[in-house]
């Protein structure tokens, strides 16, 4: 499933980190943390999925289903 800009958000808001602990947990650049959320640019795959794991590991999943797009917070 491909990471939309709005659910990149979301799932920051909901593990309360900025932009620079996502880029550091992530091992990217904050500016392309920043130009992907804001819809400026689509980062490599491989960025993408650095991003997306570093959000799985911290607990949060992507959701795309019969009720929508989102993120959900994993059960542990």
Known sequence: ???TP???RAARAM???SQDKL????KVAKQTL??????ARTP?????ADILKALEVAGVGL????LGVGVRLSRR
């Not at 959701?63 to 019969?66: A, F, G, P, S, T």
């Open 44 to 48: 490599y795959p491989r960025t993408l």
């Open 15 to 17: 593990l309360g980190w």
């Open 34 to 39: 920043a130009d992907f959320e804001r819809g």
């Open 1 to 3: 499933m491909q990471m």
């Open 6 to 8: 709005a659910q990149c």
């Open 63 to 66: 959701v795309d289903d019969e």
């Open 23 to 26: 880029a550091g947990e992530a």
